[in-house]
DNA sequence: ACCTGAACACCGTTCAAGT
DNA sequence: ACCTGAACACCGTTCAAGT
């Protein structure tokens, strides 16, 4: 499509393999597809992918800016529901992006910008967290306690496949306390 | 070291090579060993390690096999400490393990192996957990809900680097019962 | 500024052959 | 049974050259 040659549109053509890149990432996941793959569905040549891309790291994290945003987009229909719902709501989200999550955390070692943007991720999701929490009372250090285990709980979910039932029972121990076993 | 050729010591030669692919996947990463660097740390040409593995994922099941069973007979010593001391031990242990946590989830994909590994990992930590819990008069769904948390904030905790005094505040908001903030 | 063909330095794995 | 040299089919990335 949109041919390039001159100035007309650097970010038409980006956002074309991006899309392509998304798609394959997605569907194969990040090692098993290839820079020529993604050159091929993008009608380049393998090389010209790093006219636009550092590096196929620095290609993934465009990718996941790109999710994050549309995440984003539809995260404001229902940003006031309760918290829970919104937590089942964002697993739903994040199990698209399926293996990324896995790969992201594998690769924070060998891709500082990985790391940057998983960091970054984090602090993002800890400051929406922390304004629900803010809601009922709680901030400070117990606030970021809540916030991390919750996106630890999430993220272990979606890397190990549970059912609805045992998912919802987590979420509601989380948010609701534990059948109290304190102090043996 | 220990020559083969007669049907000396096949055994002997698995545990070198376990060895060396070990402490490589540990300090580089499993993706950036190759098993040219695995082989000539163990003497032979690197088409040898097939002969005792069926390929790479096969060699990295065995190193972990080897890291369990290292870390259970760890474990006897201290079978019956209160629950939060064990997970702050199992901290420090999986924390040896480093990188190959997420290597392993980020391959679950891509080895029907390492996915029935992974899988049976869990089902252990699982059972382990039920017996401490049950302790308390936990036991069925409510054990597995528990179980099921507790590994995922491990799991979180290992690929997320947390100071000491934020780590504590995780486990024992979990193991002591939340800030209440219950039914909105 | 944009794109390419050709090459580089790998990679995991296989095969046919040797003992 | 154990081990190897050589090759296979890749891989991400770079370079020099073209428009």
């Known amino acids: 499509m949109a ?22 990432f997605l569907t194969q996941g990040y090692e098993a597809t290839s820079m020529a793959a993604i050159a091929r569905g993008a009608g380049v040549a393998p090389n010209t992918l790093y006219w636009y ?9 465009s990718v996941l800016d790109r999710l994050l ?17 919104l937590v089942f709501w964002l697993l739903k989200e994040l199990k698209q992006a399926g293996g990324l999550v896995a790969t992201v955390h594998a690769r924070l070692g ?20 922390a304004g629900h929490l803010a809601a ?7 606030s970021r306690t809540e916030s991390a285990i919750l996106s630890f709980v999430i993220e272990g979910l979606l890397s190990h496949p549970t059912d609805q039932a045992s ?12 059948v109290s076993y304190s102090a043996g």
Not at 3 to 20: H, P, S
Not at 69 to 85: H, M, Q, S, V
Not at 136 to 142: L, N, R, S
């Open 53 to 61: 891309y550092r590096d196929k790291d620095d290609l993934l994290i």
């Open 136 to 142: 009922h009372g709680i901030d400070g250090a117990d």
């Open 3 to 24: 041919k390039n040659k001159r100035g007309v549109d650097r970010q038409v053509k980006q956002d074309e393999i991006v899309d392509i890149a998304g798609e394959l």
């Open 69 to 85: 945003e549309d995440g984003f987009t539809r995260y404001a229909a229902l940003a006031d529901k309760p918290l829970n719902e």
């Open 110 to 129: 060998e891709s500082v910008a990985l790391r940057q943007w998983h960091d970054q991720f984090h602090a993002l999701m800890g400051q929406l967290v």
């Open 167 to 178: 998912q919802r029972r987590i979420i509601d121990r989380l948010l609701l306390g534990p």
